[in-house]
């Protein structure tokens, strides 16, 4: 059974930096794309940014295009948001997730794509 554990989260400042982690137990980590969406209070959870397979196809939600930065490690079954400028409104509690689908798929900002979540990490950006 897969599991994800994402890591990394805190309080931090408007401008700060945080960088989350998102660890994949089990095998196969390397043959599905991967993605971060977050859920602030009260709202419905959005898409923040995914990767394929190999790592080499990125797409990011529009409000975080230049400030985030998502990558993996796949000998290391971890991929990794590295959020730079946060802002007040980045304030939400942030997932990693699986796509359903191995192999060379389109990476995708839709949710029902994803079947395996982790637990999710609160980041609070204070202004």
């Known amino acids: 059974q897969v599991q994800l554990v994402e890591s990394g989260g805190g309080l931090v400042q408007d401008g700060d930096s945080l960088r989350l982690s998102c660890a994949a137990s089990?095998?196969?980590?390397?043959?599905?794309?991967m993605a971060w969406f977050r859920q602030a209070p009260g709202k419905e959870r959005e898409f923040v940014a995914g990767?394929?397979?190999?790592?080499?196809?990125?797409i990011y939600a529009e409000g975080v295009k230049g400030r985030f930065s998502i990558s993996r490690d796949n000998a290391n079954n971890t991929m990794y948001l590295q959020m730079n400028n946060l802002k007040p409104e980045d304030t939400a509690v942030y997932y990693c997730?699986?796509?359903?689908?191995?192999?060379?798929?389109?990476?995708?900002?839709?949710?029902?794509?994803?079947?395996?979540w982790g637990q999710g990490t609160q980041v609070t950006v204070s202004s």
């Open positions: 997730a699986r796509h359903r689908t191995a192999g060379r798929v389109i990476v995708t900002a839709t949710l029902s794509a994803y079947n395996i």
């Open positions: 089990g095998r196969f980590f390397d043959i599905y794309a």
């Open positions: 990767i394929n397979w190999a790592g080499d196809d990125t």
